[in-house]
């Protein structure tokens, strides 16, 4: 299987090497098209000069012989070329070597050739000139005419195509080496680039792998320097991992707790059923233990059941409004009250009522706000001291409802206040079960009451602890 940095490099070098190639193959065609444009266009040029030089030839006594053919060797050696002059029926007449010995001397070009340069005006072409060469020229030819437009004759000049071969030949090699450079470089600067970019993504399976074995402190190295997308990516990677241990972290704890909150009613449950069964416990005082043992079981229940509502809550992210309806506040924040009083008479409580005259009604889900005010009244009177005073108050400030339930028992240590509606947290981790204080009740308040889009805080001092929720207000 490949890796990344191994795809990223391959997939590099290949397009390179692509356009490399692609832009050398155009470069060659426009260059051999360049060349051949240029080498006909001149070559033909000098063959016009060169016919009307030779129309004088054919005329008597206006230019000599070898006059003639010291003209034409200059005007061919100066262009590079082959000149030779031809009758009409293709014989050879004059070359531009023959001063120097002529090795075209009785040779004939195609009539067909001829008859083409006659009847066209000039050819301008590439190839094998049979009659003459033995090997690819280029090949300008125009006819030479008589003062009175008659044909006598034509003139070709030709050149090697081996010189445009070698000029390509060169430039050629001179790319190839230019482009080896190039690739090189570019090999290099990518594997630098390349390796650069997949080490953050090395760390992130490194991560990934510690947290599979356990190790949820890994975290990726945010580099300035990397693109954005890398870093964004990063930056998600380390959220995420940060949520995924306080996840971890709570699950742990939260295991503890349940652990915890069940151990002490079981232990107690199994001791005196074990003891009744066995007859250590004397049957006169066995009703008073199952009655123990009746308490616990029922307060195992009523864990079961706020663990149950917990769920219920957490799969559900609020409250729709179908599931709202329009309700007294002050008539339910009552009815909850009076559901007290045995309690309340109890412990001598002092209550202190603050409700608007007029009926103040709310839009919420009213099983919710009951449940609310049920755990908040119960932790305010279980906490209340002795002969202590209970306060409700309902008020509509600016359409917001403000309930806020208070008591004047042990005040809530400052630094504990911002974990109170945190799922099992106890300001006394070991103080006895008979007094529960603050555990799942408050998160599942704080829950309940998030639900509605609202919120609740809680303000504590010395004999005065007091927790406050806020609703919509409603016509």
């Known amino acids: 299987m490949r890796s990344y940095f191994s795809r ?31 080498t006909l266009a001149e070559l033909k040029t000098n063959s016009n000069t060169i016919a009307r030089l030779a129309s004088a030839y054919f005329m008597e006594d206006e230019m000599s012989g070898h006059d003639f053919l010291v003209n034409i060797s200059v005007a061919a050696s100066v262009s590079g070329a082959d000149a030779v002059i031809c009758d009409t029926k293709g014989r050879l007449l004059l070359c531009s070597d023959a001063p120097m010995g002529c090795i075209h001397q009785g040779r004939q070009v195609s009539e067909a050739f001829v008859e083409r340069v006659l ?11 049979s009659g003459l060469y033995e090997t690819p020229r280029y090949v300008v030819s125009v006819p030479v005419l008589a003062d009175n437009g008659t044909p006598v004759g034509i003139v070709i000049l030709s050149a090697p195509l081996s010189e445009t071969s070698r000029v390509l030949t060169r430039l050629s ?3 190839i080496y230019i482009s080896g450079i190039t690739i090189v470089g570019a090999l290099l600067i990518m594997l630098i680039l390349v390796r650069k970019q997949s080490t953050p993504l090395k760390e992130m399976v490194n991560a990934a792998v510690a947290f599979g074995h356990g190790d949820m402190s890994a975290r990726i190295r945010v580099n300035k320097y ?10 998600a990677f380390n959220n995420m991992a940060v949520s995924l241990e306080k996840m971890d972290a709570q699950r742990t704890e939260f295991v503890a707790n349940v652990s915890h909150e069940l151990k ?97 009604y709310t839009m919420a889900n009213k099983d919710a706000i009951v449940q609310v005010l049920y755990n908040l009244v119960d932790n305010a009177v279980k906490f209340c001291k002795q002969g202590g005073q209970l306060r ?18 042990p005040a809530i240590p400052a630094e504990e206040l911002p974990f109170v509606f945190e799922r099992f947290h106890k300001l006394d981790k070991s103080r ?3 007094q529960e ?13 998030c639900g509605h889009g609202e919120d609740i805080s809680v303000t504590s001092r010395e004999d005065d602890t007091a927790f406050t929720f806020t609703l919509p207000s409603v016509i």
């Not at 204080?437 to 009451?449: A, D, E, N, Q, S």
Request: glycine share 8%.
């Open 432 to 434: 006895n079960r008979k």
């Open 119 to 129: 009847l066209t005006g000039s050819v301008a072409d590439t190839g094998v000139l």
């Open 8 to 38: 990223i490099f391959v997939l590099g070098t290949l397009l390179l090497l692509a356009t490399l190639i692609i832009v050398g193959s155009f470069f060659h065609i426009i260059v051999r098209s360049y060349l051949n444009d240029t």
């Open 264 to 360: 002490t009613p079981m232990t107690v449950i199994g001791g005196y059923v074990d003891g009744i069964l066995d007859g250590t416990i004397p049957p006169e005082k066995q009703e008073y233990y199952m009655q123990i043992v009746s308490h616990e079981t029922k307060r195992l229940s009523r864990l079961v059941r706020n663990m149950l509502e917990i769920s219920r809550m957490q799969a559900k992210e609020g409250f729709t409004e179908e599931e709202k309806l329009r309700f007294d506040i002050c008539e339910c924040a009552g009815q909850v009250l009076l559901s007290f009083e045995q309690r309340i008479v109890e412990k001598e409580l002092a209550v202190d009522v603050q409700f608007p005259e007029d009926p103040l």
């Open 173 to 175: 090699n001179f790319y």
């Open 226 to 235: 990397d693109p954005l997308e890398v870093q964004e990516m990063a930056i």
């Open 437 to 449: 204080g603050w555990g799942l009740g408050l998160y599942i308040v704080k829950t309940l009451v």
């Open 392 to 409: 409700l108050t309902i008020t509509d400030t600016d359409g917001k409802i403000r309930i806020t339930v208070a008591n004047d028992g």
